[in-house]
């Protein structure tokens, strides 16, 4: 049994189940299965999302909506939800580090044994600004190699300029461009699918292998774009690196906030926008490419005002505060409408919680800065986690042994402790800046709050010891908001 994503009046069959929408309330054979409100909550959230991954905050948002709630509930009412499920339990499926999601129906994937056709790329930006000589970049780069992977933080940017790519390939070059989203995939089969979909092209059973999609796609010239692949990183380099093996006639643009690690790979760094000086005003802050960002935004969020000259200083410390992370700029410009100009300025030490509410059609990682770097903190190693926690101390630049030092007290090997270091370089949660032989590294200050955040959500029985970061960092400026924590091994 599984579950049919089919609805007929608000009726979504679940294995032996029928979940009536609308009522809010689980039946078998036509008797209401006794749940709490929260579960059926748990269960709406997840059967809503289509086989979708829902992340844990997804959840939290859909059961406890304006409520702090310890993370255990979920649990139990997972918990809860499998017990009344009984032999058809296994459709709630859970994804490591990620979250929940139900099954997909296996009748309606072995009915299935091709698309329908290709599916058109979504629609470029309205505005897309300060990014001219990075998508010159990205050209030359496919122009070099085969597969070309855009990096960087979550909500920099990734997606929006692979998009403006793909629409610029669609009318200069004589090639196909298929753009794949795979933000909710999980499985090779997911993937396969996904892109065969997007392709347009046939499948058997709707379950595609490596070898019959490189025949399939490699039919005529293509770009291939894969959006969101860091949580499937190892399969896609598969993919990808299989794909490449079978056909020349097919380049890959990926975005991902770590590097596909393959042979051949052309890796982009996408950096934050350019932000403007303290010094600067006027037209000088007009030529911003963050300010306009801001602007524009604000004005499509239903600001019906032009900022005067006080305003765009404002918003030009909102831009620098924010670190010139476009999805942070465009988060903070649709709370201008309410809270206006300086009232969002005021409030960005609070940003985390300020700049949420993105586009109800947004992928779950674009609607807030939250939900941004959840996606993130939970792909990452408990003892990666553990060290991001203990580096929101850090407001400046710090150095590569005052890292080794704020991490001194949390009982992890040597060994961990270098892999853990590597791992938040690597998926785009510290930056490096190389000046001649010397490294020094930081935090974006979105990245900073949030670790305070989850260092302070830890604080429970299996915190052993705390300590001020100043006696472990020395000279290093820090932060003086929390300890330093040590778990027990």
Same mark, same amino acid.
Request: overall charge negative; some cysteine; charged content about 25%.
């Given at each position: 049994?599984?579950?049919?994503?089919?609805?007929?009046?608000?009726?979504?069959?679940?294995?032996?189940?029928?979940?009536?929408?609308?009522?809010?309330?689980?039946?078998?054979?036509?008797?209401?299965?006794?749940?709490?409100?929260?579960?059926?909550?748990?269960?709406?959230?997840?059967?809503?999302?289509?086989?979708?991954?829902?992340?844990?905050?997804?959840?939290?948002?859909?059961?406890?909506?304006?409520?702090?709630?310890?993370?255990?509930?979920?649990?139990? #009412?997972?918990? +809860? $939800?499998?017990? /009344?499920? *009984? @032999?058809?339990?296994?459709?709630?499926? &859970? =994804?490591?580090?990620?979250?929940?999601?139900?099954?997909?129906?296996?009748?309606?994937?072995?009915?299935?044994?091709?698309?329908?056709?290709?599916?058109?790329?979504?629609?470029?930006?309205?505005?897309?600004?300060?990014?001219?000589?990075?998508?010159?970049?990205?050209?030359?780069?496919?122009?070099?190699?085969?597969?070309?992977?855009?990096?960087?933080?979550?909500?920099?940017?990734? #997606?929006?300029? +692979? $998009?403006?790519? /793909?629409? *610029? @390939?669609?009318?200069?070059?004589?090639? &196909? =461009?298929?753009?794949?989203?795979?933000?909710?995939?999980?499985?090779?089969?997911?993937?396969?699918?996904?892109?065969?979909?997007?392709?347009?092209?046939?499948?058997?059973?709707?379950?595609?292998?490596?070898?019959?999609?490189?025949?399939?796609?490699?039919?005529?010239?293509?770009?291939?774009?894969?959006?969101?692949?860091?949580?499937?990183?190892?399969?896609?380099?598969?993919?990808?690196?299989?794909?490449?093996?079978?056909? /020349?006639?097919?380049?890959?643009?990926?975005?991902?906030?770590?590097?596909?690690?393959?042979?051949?790979?052309?890796?982009?760094?996408?950096?934050?926008?350019?932000?403007?000086?303290?010094?600067?005003?006027?037209?000088?802050?007009?030529?911003?490419?963050?300010?306009?960002?801001?602007?524009?935004?604000?004005?499509?969020?239903?600001?019906?005002?032009?900022?005067?000259?006080?305003?765009?200083?404002?918003?030009?410390?909102?831009?620098?505060?924010?670190?010139?992370?476009?999805?942070?700029?465009?988060?903070?410009?649709?709370?201008?409408?309410?809270?206006?100009?300086?009232?969002?300025?005021?409030?960005?030490?609070?940003?985390?919680?300020?700049?949420?509410?993105?586009?109800?059609?947004?992928?779950?990682?674009?609607?807030?800065?939250?939900?941004?770097?959840?996606?993130?903190?939970?792909?990452?190693?408990?003892?990666?986690?553990?060290?991001?926690?203990?580096?929101?101390?850090?407001?400046?630049?710090?150095?590569?042994?005052?890292?080794?030092?704020?991490?001194?007290?949390?009982?992890?090997?040597?060994?961990?402790?270098?892999?853990?270091?590597?791992?938040?370089?690597?998926?785009?949660?510290?930056?490096?800046?190389?000046?001649?032989?010397?490294?020094?590294?930081?935090?974006?200050?979105?990245?900073?709050?949030?670790?305070?955040?989850?260092?302070?959500?830890?604080?429970?029985?299996?915190?052993?010891?705390?300590?001020?970061?100043?006696?472990?960092?020395?000279?290093?400026?820090?932060?003086?908001?929390?300890?330093?924590?040590?778990?027990?091994?």
């Amino acid at each position: 049994m599984s579950v049919s994503f089919k609805q007929e009046k608000d009726i979504m069959r679940i294995g032996r189940f029928e979940l009536d929408m609308d009522m809010r309330c689980l039946l078998l054979d036509g008797d209401v299965v006794r749940l709490g409100s929260r579960a059926i909550d748990v269960l709406v959230a997840l059967a809503s999302a289509r086989g979708r991954v829902v992340t844990r905050a997804e959840l939290m948002e859909a059961a406890w909506p304006d409520v702090i709630v310890e993370n255990c509930n979920i649990d139990v #009412s997972i918990s +809860a $939800l499998r017990r /009344a499920l *009984g @032999a058809d339990r296994d459709l709630i499926v &859970t =994804v490591a580090r990620r979250g929940y999601r139900l099954a997909p129906s296996r009748e309606a994937e072995a009915g299935e044994t091709s698309a329908a056709g290709p599916v058109p790329i979504p629609r470029r930006n309205a505005l897309f600004v300060g990014r001219e000589t990075l998508v010159a970049d990205v050209f030359a780069a496919l122009k070099r190699g085969s597969v070309v992977t855009l990096t960087g933080h979550g909500g920099v940017g990734k #997606s929006s300029l +692979a $998009l403006e790519v /793909a629409h *610029g @390939a669609m009318s200069v070059a004589a090639e &196909t =461009v298929s753009f794949v989203d795979l933000a909710s995939d999980v499985t090779l089969c997911d993937v396969l699918k996904s892109i065969a979909n997007a392709c347009g092209v046939g499948t058997i059973g709707n379950v595609a292998t490596v070898e019959s999609l490189t025949a399939a796609i490699s039919t005529s010239s293509r770009l291939l774009v894969l959006d969101g692949v860091e949580h499937v990183v190892s399969i896609v380099a598969h993919v990808v690196e299989s794909v490449l093996a079978g056909t /020349a006639r097919v380049r890959f643009l990926v975005t991902s906030r770590e590097a596909l690690r393959i042979r051949n790979e052309v890796v982009l760094k996408v950096p934050p926008l350019c932000v403007p000086g303290q010094a600067d005003r006027g037209d000088r802050l007009l030529e911003s490419p963050a300010v306009q960002l801001f602007v524009h935004h604000a004005h499509v969020a239903g600001w019906k005002l032009a900022p005067d000259a006080s305003e765009l200083e404002q918003i030009g410390e909102i831009c620098r505060r924010l670190d010139g992370i476009p999805l942070a700029i465009e988060l903070a410009a649709g709370r201008v409408e309410m809270l206006g100009v300086d009232g969002v300025r005021r409030r960005l030490g609070d940003a985390l919680s300020l700049l949420s509410g993105g586009y109800r059609t947004a992928t779950p990682r674009h609607r807030g800065l939250r939900a941004a770097l959840d996606v993130s903190f939970e792909l990452l190693s408990d003892p990666g986690q553990t060290l991001l926690m203990q580096l929101h101390q850090f407001e400046e630049p710090f150095s590569f042994e005052s890292m080794c030092d704020a991490a001194r007290d949390v009982r992890m090997s040597r060994d961990a402790l270098f892999d853990s270091i590597g791992e938040l370089v690597a998926k785009s949660l510290v930056n490096v800046c190389l000046d001649g032989n010397d490294a020094s590294y930081s935090l974006f200050a979105s990245t900073r709050a949030y670790a305070a955040e989850k260092l302070q959500s830890r604080f429970d029985g299996n915190v052993l010891a705390f300590q001020s970061g100043a006696e472990r960092c020395g000279s290093q400026a820090i932060s003086s908001q929390g300890p330093v924590l040590a778990y027990a091994s």
